[in-house]
């Protein structure tokens, strides 16, 4: 797999939730934290996701905007 994307967290699938159109998959990349992803159930059927199969989260955005408390 060679993609743009400079931030590829490989981990392992904990849960998918189905909705009506989208479902939310959350993948653990280990060291305790989960990256949550809504994508379409049509995907997530496209690449086989399910429970303990092992998947990338791949983040690529042009702007991260970062806050903090007063």
Not at 17 to 46: L, R, Y
């Amino acid at each position: 797999m060679k993609l743009s994307a400079r931030n590829k967290l490989k981990g392992t699938v904990v849960e998918v939730e189905k909705g009506a159109v989208n479902s939310t998959v959350k993948i653990d990349v280990g060291g305790g934290t989960i990256i949550t992803s809504m994508i379409t159930n049509d995907s997530v059927d496209e690449l086989g996701l399910a429970k303990g199969k092992e998947a990338y989260a791949v983040i690529k955005a042009s702007h991260v905007m970062v806050a903090a408390d007063d």
